[in-house]
Nanobody, 127 residues
Framework: QVQLVESGGGLVQAGGSLRLSCAAS???????????MGWFRQAPGKEREFVAV????????NYADSVKGRFTISRDNAKNTVYLQMNSLKAEDTAVYYC?????????????????WGQGTQVTVSS
């Protein structure tokens, strides 16, 4: 069974911080280090949008312009976990945040390129 489980969401005031975690488990992720890991988010009434990606190389990361300089993606391959550190949060960051994974990732900003998804964690930023 393949599982991606997000945690760390919650309610925070504007300007605050949260750290999201995504733990991967299951036989498919026995080689977690070989997977490219992404974060997406979806606000009510909006399309799911790319937030950040960290590729297998670990040093290769990419961010949406809207979060660049405020969010940091990282991974701990020993713990099969990817993180999203979110600082200087804004009301417009309010959304359900999803973790995604794919071994053979093409364009990292396209949700359709990711095979595996978590169930999402709610982040609410009050202004």
């Amino acid at each position: 069974q393949v599982q991606l489980v997000e945690s760390g969401g919650g309610l925070v005031q504007a300007g605050g911080s949260l750290r999201l975690s995504c733990a991967a488990s299951g036989r498919t992720f026995s080689t977690f280090s070989s997977y490219n890991m992404g974060w997406f988010r979806q606000a009510p009434g909006k399309e799911r949008e790319f937030v950040a990606v960290i590729r297998r190389s670990v040093v290769d990361t990419n961010y949406a312009d809207s979060v660049k300089g405020r969010f940091t993606i990282s991974r701990d391959n020993a713990k099969n976990t990817v993180y999203l550190q979110m600082n200087s949060l804004k009301a417009e960051d309010t959304a359900v945040y999803y973790c995604a994974a794919d071994r053979d990732l093409g364009t990292s900003t396209l949700a359709s390129n990711y095979r595996y998804w978590g169930q999402g964690t709610q982040v609410t930023v009050s202004s």
